[in-house]
């Protein structure tokens, strides 16, 4: 077996020295102890000493060895052999494993580097030195990777020394960690002091808790009711406002669900007091002699004098990580709160920028866990084999390994919170209660209905090809994120009669406006550019136009994206400029550019805006001066394209094969004739994309699964928000009204960013965007309400495919499958329903009170409600409360119908912006006839 040199295997009464040489300026000393063979949990080398003179540390150097070293940071009240399933697993796979021995059970550190209590950085980083002297004599060759890891105390020094030394860890395991000691032990001292209050009731709450997990100590009062001072102090658990020297804040209130972990924890929790306060502040002691636990439990870290505070501030992190972490964080954690680990999600999304946090830093919370445990134990070596993959991935540039997994262990990633614990109304800043199930589909037979439409869409589109002569066409129909149906007619290529077919790539055209904002987005996302900036700031060129007015704004990247940059609209003009070479584009921008309307006031499509986008994404994303078609064509293909799959998709004609390629046609003197195919130049980021019908299948499904808004892994392109941001209306548009077959309908909205955004009075939300150039017209539609889509491409000028759309979508909803998703009401709403409901079935003052907000009683005063509601009573007779809604519009706004003795009556409610919601509005009046129907098809 090799050795070290100057090793021994211990003797009880003896001590040895070891001094390892690997550069003799660098050699780290140590002393050893114990040097001896271990058969468990595979046969390994076990070494233990202390580095140099009082950081205890164990070595463990597995046979086979996997060429790798894994640092281990202890929890508080760890000793160095308390490594727990940590070391097992990573002796397991391999790894060379070693460990230092907390620093709270030694009352200094030699030369005190920079704390007192815990192991400081410069002693983690001299046992990982020293870890690599080893492995290199024992193994004779150096690691190639080095993971830093631990749980709780250790989970923060994970992140602590991955922020601070990102040269030495490739990554880290940072289980259910803090942000700052002020946060950790100031929260502890927070939870005793106003758990003594709720003790005498702490059964009461936590049988309430089990039998109604969503139960909410403001909206449903226990029996008998908790005291004022008892409510005040609950609230002061579940929400613990925490901050970090930088100014970041944060909450670590105890998670609602936790409450019999802090009956239980209880004792453990005024030890931790007992053993680290007095270290941590001396100059607490408000009885001036032997601190008492009713005194520890009164120490506020934010109260102790500033020399204190500064030392207990040494251990804030940053967010300033450049290497990739796993966060797994019980949601029932009453010692390390899981706000701790939602905090340190928005730490790293301030100093990094928003959409960069996923890039490094991976969350996974385990519902109903504790600090620690089985569960977390039984997901180390999946959290090993993630963050492998992730470096792997990090470290090649994508082309192996893989991101951080959306699940581990079957929990998913975070990206905001966790969800495992359910928090009471009003609780705190992290309550849960106005927190709606994601809306959902109802009918679970809808796909197959609408799927019986397919055939009759299908001769709807075949029928307009033929009257409308178009030369061939591919349609699509999408369902929840997938292509669920295709069609195609006709011919690619007219001379040769070579037919349209399901992977045929047409040109698009002015859909690729939307592939240009997203570019645009992802770069505002990672802070190098705000749409509110100047173009010119990153297109020189505009500097000098002359603007319409005097007191014109300047042109910002938000009115080229929304259409109000004040440019005349450029149809059929901007068609013609494709394949214009990037000296062309800065000549017409330096030429200058006539304005029809002052920026920022009006809509009007602009071709020549998102050429100029086009050249914004290039100067940003690489800014190196190699041609700029050239960079913004590789940062869409590199970051928008590939991520999505969407391989057939390209913007230069030359690279699609010739036995895909759509030609395009104009239809002139009764016959086909052939339009040229423009080449790829500085107007393609408005109109030069080609595709098929699968991939733009897949774009149009990233759009649809950005809806609903919920928790949960992410996927490509951008973020789920940035893409709903596309989808909502930037600048309006003039509304339009249509006569119909069903009659007269109102379409208004305008444009969002490469998208236009429409309401009817059948569909709250239509997203579409169609595409026209000499040869090609197509058209994309979705209804995010609906998860339906449609997509249609074809080879003649300009064909025009709404009407078809509309006709489409009609057999759609013929089926009745054609059905948006059921709002779902919040534990908020539901909650003051149920008491609003009681308060008409028999009045009762203290649960109006409870549930009104500010201004119910101010608007109309109790008493005329109260008597409003009792001469309805009189009027139908008694009334039963039921359950449920009528309607929910949202998670705080909703209605229902009461049935009565004779008659029914019909109540609705919203609820105020405050913490906890209550009740700011409040309807109860005489039910409509059940077969009363409103006219006309918008709401009147």
Not at 634 to 660: C, F, N, W
Not at 780 to 805: C, D, H, K, Q
Request: net charge neutral.
């Amino acid at each position: 077996m090799p050795h070290l040199p100057c090793a021994h295997r211990a003797i009880a009464t003896s001590v040895f020295c070891l001094t390892l040489y690997v550069a003799a300026a660098a050699a780290i000393k140590a002393t050893i102890d114990t040097d001896e063979r271990v058969a468990t949990p595979v046969p390994h080398r076990y070494i233990h000493g202390v580095i140099p003179d009082d950081a205890r540390f164990q070595l463990a150097l597995p046979d086979n060895w996997n060429g790798k070293l894994a640092v281990y940071s202890r929890g508080f009240s760890g000793t160095e052999l308390s490594t727990g399933a940590f070391k097992t697993t990573a002796l397991e796979k391999g790894y060379a494993f070693a460990a230092s021995d907390e620093g709270w059970n030694r009352l200094t550190i030699a030369k005190e580097p920079e704390d007192t209590y815990y192991e400081s950085r410069q002693r983690i980083r001299e046992l990982t030195l020293y870890a690599k002297q080893v492995l290199t004599a024992h193994y004779k060759k150096a690691p190639s990777r080095t993971l830093m890891m631990g749980g709780s105390n250790g989970g923060h020094h994970t992140k602590w020394m991955v922020e601070s030394y990102p040269d030495l860890y490739d990554g880290g395991i940072a289980g259910f960690g803090f942000n700052s000691q002020v946060s950790q032990w100031g929260s502890i001292a927070t939870v005793l002091r106003n758990y003594d209050v709720i003790a005498p009731r702490i059964d009461d709450i936590i049988a309430k808790r089990a039998s109604d997990p969503k139960w909410d100590p403001w909206l449903v009062p226990l029996t008998p009711p908790l005291t004022g001072e008892q409510m005040q102090t609950l609230r002061q658990i579940y929400s613990i406002p925490a901050a970090l020297k930088n100014g970041h804040a944060f909450d670590v209130g105890r998670r609602a669900g936790s409450e019999t972990l802090w009956k239980s924890g209880y004792a453990g929790f005024v030890g931790y007091l007992r053993d680290s306060m007095p270290r941590f502040d001396e100059t607490f002691n408000p009885g001036g002699g032997v601190l008492t636990d009713d005194e520890l439990k009164l120490w506020d870290p934010l109260k102790s004098p500033k020399h204190v505070q500064k030392e207990l501030r040494k251990l804030d992190l940053t967010g300033d990580l450049k290497r990739p972490i796993i966060i797994m964080h019980g949601t029932f954690d009453a010692i390390v709160s899981p706000g701790e680990t939602e905090g340190y999600q928005a730490l790293v999304d301030r100093r990094l920028g928003v959409g960069n946090t996923e890039k490094v830093l991976a969350v996974y919370f385990i519902p109903g866990m504790g600090h620690g445990g089985p569960e977390f134990d039984a997901v180390i070596g999946a959290q090993l084999d993630a963050l492998e993959q992730w470096i792997d991935h990090r470290q090649s540039g994508g082309k192996r390994g893989a991101p951080a997994p959306a699940s581990l262990g079957g929990y998913p990633r975070s990206f905001g919170r966790d969800d495992g614990g359910v928090g009471p109304a009003g609780v705190s800043q992290q309550s849960t209660s106005f927190r709606a199930p994601v809306p959902r589909f109802a009918d679970p037979d809808r796909r197959a209905k609408l799927a019986t439409a397919f055939p009759e869409i299908d001769r709807l589109f075949r029928d307009y090809a033929a009257s409308a002569h178009v030369p061939g066409a591919a349609w699509g129909v999408i369902i929840d994120g997938q292509l669920a149906h295709t069609g195609v007619t006709g011919y690619r290529d007219v001379p040769s009669k070579a037919p349209v077919t399901a992977d045929t790539v047409f040109r698009i055209a002015s859909m690729t406006k939307s592939f240009t904002a997203i570019a645009i987005l992802k770069l505002r996302d990672e802070g190098k550019l705000s749409l509110d900036d100047p173009a010119e700031k990153y297109v020189p060129e505009m500097r000098a136009l002359v603007y319409p007015t005097s007191d014109s704004s300047r042109i910002t990247i938000r009115h080229l994206m929304s259409h109000a940059e004040g440019f005349p609209e450029d149809n059929p003009w901007g068609d013609q400029q494709l394949a214009n070479s990037d000296a062309r584009l800065s000549e017409q921008i330096r030429a200058g550019i006539p304005f029809s309307n002052a920026p920022g006031v009006a809509y009007e499509y602009s071709n020549f805006g998102f050429a100029i986008l086009g050249r914004i994404v290039a100067n940003v994303a690489d800014p190196s001066g190699s041609p700029r078609t050239g960079a913004y064509t590789k940062y869409i293909r590199d970051h928008v394209l590939t991520p999505l799959g969407m391989a057939s998709t390209t913007l230069e004609p030359s690279q699609v094969p010739a036995d895909k390629l759509a030609h395009g046609y104009r239809w002139e003197d009764a016959q086909w004739k052939n339009e040229p195919l423009l080449a790829n130049g500085s107007f393609g980021s408005m109109g030069g994309m080609l595709t098929t019908l699968s991939d733009l299948g897949k774009y149009v499904g990233a759009f649809l699964a950005a809806w609903p808004p919920r928790d949960g892994a992410e996927g490509p392109p951008i973020r789920r928000s940035s893409l709903r941001e596309m989808q909502q209306v930037s600048r309006p548009a003039p509304a339009v009204v249509l006569r119909t077959a069903n009659g007269v309908q109102l379409n208004s909205g305008g444009y969002g960013y490469g998208l236009r955004i429409t309401q009817s009075c059948q569909f709250p939300t239509i997203v579409a965007h169609g595409g026209g150039l000499p040869g090609f017209g197509t058209q994309m539609r979705w209804l995010p309400e609906f998860g339906v889509g449609l997509i249609a491409f074809g080879n003649l000028t300009y064909t025009s495919w709404p009407r078809t759309f509309d006709a489409a979508l009609e057999m759609l909803a013929r089926t009745s499958g054609l059905r948006p998703r059921v709002i779902e009401p919040s534990p908020a709403l539901t909650s003051a329903r149920d008491s609003v409901a009681g308060l008409v079935v028999k009045w009762d003052d203290a649960v109006a009170d409870r549930v009104a907000a500010q201004n119910l009683f101010l608007d109309q005063s109790k008493q005329r409600r109260r008597a409003a509601i009792e001469a309805l009573r009189t009027q139908v007779g008694a009334c039963t409360a039921g359950s449920g809604f009528d309607r929910v519009e949202n998670a705080l706004r909703g209605e229902w119908t009461m049935s009565c003795e004779r008659g029914r009556l019909r109540a609705a409610i919203t609820l105020a912006p405050t913490n906890p919601p209550t009740v700011q509005f409040l309807s109860v009046g005489l039910a409509p006839q059940p077969d009363r129907v409103p006219a006309g098809t918008c709401p009147q």
